[in-house]
């Protein structure tokens, strides 16, 4: 790591991340972090951050994405985070971030118990108050049905006992219901929304993420090997130029087509709709195309195609080098 690093985390971070000319979105959609979470970290609003450790797990993801030695990173920012995590004010300061004592949990628990306790005080009254009103309807029932009974000559039948049994005097014939034509109401009318806005926001790396796997036809992983540069263009989505570092994934999802170029086919392997990976290399659908590896899928799409991405220049043919003043890149814990 050079002499010259940032006095605070937030600005080493974005600092690393441009000179690799990476995205926040980028980060975000690799890492599933929330974009005002990565905001936050860049601009060192601790106040908007969760406690510690999840900061910690926040950067090392961050790094890991980018090319960097989480752990070197953590250990030289390890007091800088120490200190600015004791900005986030507690709950009894009114703060409503992420994580709190316990003692937030009991006054929760608490209030829970007080509302059950309520709604178990409020039904016994209620049942205290109806319960006198149910024996003076049911006796009332029984007398009249006494009644009844004494009023039959003698020789005929007794009445037959009601279904509905003692409410049997209370419960009328019920009315018949009136049919009552009504004109239905119209749905009011809701604008189609802007699709390609929508992929902007939810597929930042126009990778197909956001694609449903019922409408999905073309899955594909990559795995790599060595830091190489890869470029796609997935249906009728931009093109995506950007390096990746070893040990990261792409994944590709399609509607119809996909072209990639790489800058070395022998170091990423590949898989297609789950079939068994291999490296790209031996796929025998790739072509050369500007010089350049290229596969495209289905193999016709790309058949009669010369110049895949017009206007375009060849990868270059060597892996790409770290920026200067770059942590070396540490393999993810197994």
């Known amino acids: 790591m050079a002499d010259d690093t940032p006095q ?10 441009e000179r690799r000319s990476i995205t926040l979105e980028q980060v975000a959609s690799a890492t599933k972090i929330s974009l005002k979470v990565l905001q936050a970290l860049e601009a060192d609003h601790y106040k908007e951050l969760p406690a510690k450790t999840f900061i910690r797990g926040f950067v090392t993801a961050y790094c ?3 090319g960097l030695s989480a752990r070197e990173v953590l250990g030289r920012y390890d007091a800088f985070i120490e200190s600015r995590s004791q900005e986030r004010p ?29 709604f178990i005080l409020f039904g016994g009254l209620v049942i205290l108050i109806m319960k006198p009103n149910f024996k003076r309807s049911r006796h009332a029932a029984v007398a009249e049905r006494a009644r009844l009974a004494e009023s039959v000559p003698a020789g005929l039948p007794s009445p037959m006992p009601s279904p509905l049994g003692d409410m049997a005097p209370f419960i009328g014939p019920a009315p018949a219901a009136k049919a009552v034509a009504t004109a239905p109401t119209p749905l009011p009318s809701v604008a ?7 992929d902007e926001k939810t597929d930042p790396l126009n990778n197909g993420v956001n694609v449903t796997m019922k409408e999905t036809r073309f899955k594909a992983v990559f795995k790599i090997q060595e830091d190489i540069w890869v470029r796609y263009k997935v249906d009728d989505r931009p093109t995506m130029k950007f390096p990746m570092r070893k040990d990261g994934v792409l994944v590709i999802r399609a509607r119809d087509r996909f072209i990639i170029q790489v800058s070395n086919a022998n170091s990423l392997t590949y898989s297609l709709n789950g079939r068994g990976s291999r490296l790209l290399s031996a796929e025998k659908n790739l072509t050369e195309r500007q010089s350049t590896a290229t596969l495209g899928v289905p193999a016709q799409h790309i058949e009669n195609i010369e110049d895949p991405f017009p206007g375009e220049r060849p990868l270059p043919s060597a892996a790409p080098a770290k920026p200067s003043g770059a942590l070396e890149v540490s393999p993810p814990a197994e």
């Not at 189609?192 to 929508?198: G, I, L, N």
């Open 90 to 118: 507690k709950r009894d300061s009114g703060h409503s971030g992420y994580a709190f004592e316990r003692k937030d949990g009991e006054q929760t628990k608490t209030i829970l118990w007080i509302i059950m306790g309520s």
């Open 192 to 198: 189609p929304p802007d699709a390609a806005a929508e």
């Open 8 to 17: 605070s985390l937030g600005e080493f971070l974005r600092l690393e991340r």
């Open 64 to 66: 890991r994405f980018i």
